[in-house]
């Protein structure tokens, strides 16, 4: 493995101890994750729901999730229940990532961040062709006026922000925190 697949990619302050994940690591498990999802019967472009708090785990199940094809609707962990029914029937969603001991979800299967790391297979290999043109995310207004709305997102859009952050200082000495 090369220097930086080994650098930490993600870090993570858990009581008194650091949960650092390698890029290498984030990787093979989120190749892990599609591998899983694709088994489970889940395919490309099915919309997931996400309503979990941030951790390393939920970033390797959002990129094992992005590597299958699928639709992530990412809500706020405090949307009442109103609004994630809402935004369920908008996108015919099939299942939420959320943790397991969260509130009832209704009819959505949970699909647990901790829980899909764990389970991931150490060898995945996904081969599924992503398009930049492919839709990535389906981001809702509050609705705050009305019904919620979403904002398609592609797996183009997605990049070309990430492109965008390479203008920003970068080094050793740098770390790049991001608030989405």
């Known amino acids: 493995a090369s220097i930086s697949a080994q650098r930490p990619a993600l ?3 858990r009581g008194l101890r650091d949960d650092v994940w390698s890029y290498a690591r984030l990787a093979a498990t989120s190749h892990g994750i599609a591998q899983s999802l694709l088994d489970k019967g889940f395919a490309s472009g099915e919309r997931i729901l996400m309503q979990a708090p941030s951790s390393p785990s939920l970033v390797a199940c959002m990129f094992g999730f992005f590597r299958a094809g699928l639709v992530l609707v990412p809500l706020d962990p405090q949307a009442s229940m ?43 290999a996904v081969t599924i062709a992503i398009s930049p043109d492919d839709l ?10 009305g019904q919620p709305k979403g ?4 797996h183009g859009n997605i990049t070309s922000n990430v492109r965008s952050a390479a203008v920003l200082p970068h080094g050793p000495g740098h770390r790049l925190v991001s608030l989405l």
Do not use: K
């Not at 990535?136 to 509050?142: D, K, L, N, Y």
């Not at 904002?151 to 592609?154: D, G, Q, S």
């Open 11 to 13: 870090l993570m302050r």
């Open 82 to 124: 109103s609004f994630v029914r809402s935004v369920q029937e908008q996108t015919q969603a099939r299942a939420m990532l959320a943790p397991s001991h969260a509130r009832a979800r209704g009819s959505l299967l949970v699909l647990d961040p901790d829980v899909l790391v764990a389970e991931a297979p150490r060898n995945g």
């Open 136 to 145: 990535a995310e389906i981001v809702f207004t509050s609705g705050t006026t």
């Open 151 to 154: 904002v398609m997102l592609t």
